[in-house]
């Protein structure tokens, strides 16, 4: 399906002087022509079809991966892509999402980052960083019309020249913020990474190793069911729908790259369930959740402690996922991890921000500020 979209570079009006073209992606059926492969669009079908394999596509990350977009979505998302020649030099993928009569551009459930994927070639450092920085400003002209965007980009992509991305978003009108995660270099010998963390996280880990056991789950209902107990004993409701995490968790185990783990009691009952997936570089603590009716302090931290020994062994970075919290900042610190800071991209046309203000108002009494007004 080729389709004529507006540029997105002028945030305010979402106008632009002249349109750019891309194409809406649609993966209903199996991807068969493998990661190499790149997706173009038929001119004369709405189903896209495979071509030759790049000469040297842009290496993705696990979130990046066809598979992992079309499962999280079923299917239903969409990307930009820049092309010089046959040649594949950047991707931006995102999910296409309407609420209340609005747009939204925004990453898939589950995935936690999600930024422009670029080729930046060979060379210096300050060539490779121009190279990207020319292509995801071409990657935002892409965009369709939109209401509203958010993506997260992850601080250690193409060798950390991922920090320019928030100097071609910022020219094009959007804000760039942060969210703090850590990151656990799970290479090192494992005595150093226990001698890393705080007295008292090694003294939990030991008392939940006396009681409880670490075993895999391999039936993903087990996992909602038991995540979604967990919120409603605590009176709290869910951010995100599970409906797709069963096809995710699926599709993990059938790739080997991902794995729920529970602290079980003797009793077989679960006090702690976590799901972790990986890629060839990074492991990432996606979801946990813990039983609110038990007095338990050392289950989570021994199954962050089993995490971090699967991926020694596979020899990855661990990622503790974004801080939103001083609790958490303060307890995920306690394992040792360099705080990273991830750029948050977000943009919204005036009449988004007008109606976010007077929700704002509404809920708190104050006006929401936006540099987009």
């Known amino acids: 399906m080729k389709i004529r979209g507006i540029n997105a570079a002028a945030i305010g009006s979402l106008a632009a002087s002249e349109a750019s073209e891309f194409c809406i992606r649609d993966f209903s059926g199996p991807l068969t022509g493998g990661l190499g492969a790149a997706l173009v669009c038929d001119r004369n079908n709405s189903r896209p079809e495979m071509s030759k394999p790049c000469q040297a596509p842009p290496k993705a990350s696990l979130f990046h991966e066809y598979w992992w977009l079309e499962a999280a979505t079923a299917g239903r998302f969409s990307e930009v892509e820049v092309r010089h020649g046959d040649h594949l030099v950047g991707r931006l993928p995102f999910s296409e999402v309407k609420r209340n009569g609005l747009r939204h551009l925004c990453m898939p459930d589950f995935t936690h980052v999600l930024g422009p994927l670029v080729d930046s070639g060979d060379g210096k450092p300050q060539t490779r960083m121009m190279n990207r920085l020319s292509t995801v400003e071409s990657l935002i002209k892409r965009l369709p019309p939109f209401d509203f965007l958010r993506l997260v980009v992850d601080p250690l992509a193409d060798d950390g020249l991922t920090t320019i991305d928030a100097v071609a978003f910022q020219i094009h009108g959007f804000q760039v913020g942060h969210q703090c995660t850590f990151h656990l270099d799970c290479r090192a010998d494992l005595k150093i990474l226990q001698a890393g963390m705080e007295s008292r996280v090694r003294q ?170």
């Not at 968790?249 to 009793?267: D, I, Y």
């Not at 570089?281 to 021994?302: F, Q």
Request: proline share 5%; charged share 20%.
């Open 204 to 373: 939990n880990i030991r008392r939940a190793e006396e009681r409880l056991t670490v075993k895999t789950v391999d039936d993903p209902d087990r996992f909602v069911r038991f995540y979604l107990d967990n919120l409603r004993k605590a009176n709290r409701k869910s951010y995100m729908p599970f409906n797709q995490f069963f096809a995710l968790f699926s599709e993990c185990q059938a790739r080997n790259c991902g794995l729920a783990l529970a602290a079980m009691q003797p009793s077989g009952a679960p006090v702690a369930m976590t799901f972790i997936v990986w890629d060839s570089n990074t492991m990432y603590y996606l979801l946990t959740t813990r039983a609110p009716d038990e007095k338990d302090n050392g289950s989570v931290s021994l199954l962050i402690w089993s995490a971090m020994r699967r991926a020694h062994d596979l020899g990855l970075t661990l990622d503790l996922d974004g801080v939103t919290t001083a609790g958490t900042a303060r307890f995920l610190s306690g394992f040792g991890g360099a705080p990273r800071m991830r750029q948050v991209i977000t943009g919204g046309r005036p009449f988004y921000n007008m109606v976010q203000s007077v929700k704002t108002i509404l809920r708190c009494g104050r006006p929401f500020r936006s540099s987009f007004d």
